[in-house]
């Protein structure tokens, strides 16, 4: 888990594609100049660390648990997620992952491709994770 605290500021950044790359366990093998500027951190602090480095404490468990479903099923997931910078202020991105395979269709492991999120976007999946987390909340 991050140490970092969030600050509910968000980043405002342009499109360009933020790329990251991870194992079969999601630990980072990669990242793109884009991603180091985005999340704040630099390749070699994220190279070998958990994607989850990035999460962001407003994403219900329920998003991740589908992406994870989808992607070690070998098909691509969509989405839109809220991460976490490393100083702490959010940003919203608009986002692939695709599983990585091998010339024997094996799952090697997994590449992720967003951009910015349009507002409509953020808007509408804010309001849903928001109930999404309330209820997650409640079953505990
Ligand atoms: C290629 C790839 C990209 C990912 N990108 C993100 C991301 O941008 N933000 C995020 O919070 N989790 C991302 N994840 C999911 C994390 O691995 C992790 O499952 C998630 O942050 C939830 O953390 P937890 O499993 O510790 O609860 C990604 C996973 C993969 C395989």
């Given at each position: 888990m991050s140490k970092v605290t969030p600050v509910d500021e968000e980043y405002i950044y342009e499109g360009r594609v933020i790329i990251s790359q991870t194992d079969l366990q999601g630990i980072i093998t990669y990242a793109n100049r884009k991603f180091c500027e985005v999340s704040g951190y630099t390749a070699e602090e994220l190279v070998?660390?958990?994607?989850?480095?990035?999460?962001?404490?407003?994403?219900?468990k329920a998003v991740f648990a589908k992406m994870w479903d989808t992607i070690k099923g070998g098909q691509a997931w969509n989405g839109i997620v809220k991460n976490l910078r490393k100083d702490g202020l959010y940003y919203w991105v608009d986002s692939e992952i695709l599983p990585i395979l091998d010339d024997d269709f094996q799952v090697t492991g997994y590449i992720a491709a967003r951009k910015a999120a349009s507002r409509k976007d953020i808007k509408e999946n804010e309001e849903l994770y928001a109930k999404m987390l309330q209820a997650e909340a409640q079953e505990k």
């Amino acid at each position: 888990m991050s140490k970092v605290t969030p600050v509910d500021e968000e980043y405002i950044y342009e499109g360009r594609v933020i790329i990251s790359q991870t194992d079969l366990q999601g630990i980072i093998t990669y990242a793109n100049r884009k991603f180091c500027e985005v999340s704040g951190y630099t390749a070699e602090e994220l190279v070998g660390k958990p994607h989850s480095i990035i999460r962001h404490p407003d994403m219900p468990k329920a998003v991740f648990a589908k992406m994870w479903d989808t992607i070690k099923g070998g098909q691509a997931w969509n989405g839109i997620v809220k991460n976490l910078r490393k100083d702490g202020l959010y940003y919203w991105v608009d986002s692939e992952i695709l599983p990585i395979l091998d010339d024997d269709f094996q799952v090697t492991g997994y590449i992720a491709a967003r951009k910015a999120a349009s507002r409509k976007d953020i808007k509408e999946n804010e309001e849903l994770y928001a109930k999404m987390l309330q209820a997650e909340a409640q079953e505990k």
